[in-house]
């Protein structure tokens, strides 16, 4: 028991410092400019893009494995 609360500690630690630093990129990105702030949220997309084609291609790998398998 000791030992799962001293580890339940240590993640509520870090998700606390976690928040903690969303927190303050969140204020410092409402201090941008619009031109700055537009290049950002691109960024971000261009990201969120990416990462979704990556599940995309992960999924198909498993997808293809499963049906290979089944032979």
């Given amino acids: 028991m000791k ?4 580890a339940q ?3 509520d630690k870090a998700n606390f410092e976690a928040v ?3 927190s303050k ?8 400019s619009p031109k700055q702030r537009q290049a950002l949220m691109r960024q ?3 990201e969120q893009k990416a990462k979704a084609e990556a599940r ?3 999924a198909q790998e498993r997808i293809e494995k499963i049906r290979s398998a089944k032979r």
């Fill in 25 to 32: 990129a969140n204020w410092e990105e409402a201090k941008l």
């Fill in 56 to 58: 995309t291609a992960a």
């Fill in 3 to 6: 030992e799962s609360a001293k």
């Fill in 44 to 46: 971000e997309r261009e």
């Fill in 20 to 22: 903690k630093a969303e």
């Fill in 9 to 11: 500690h240590e993640v």
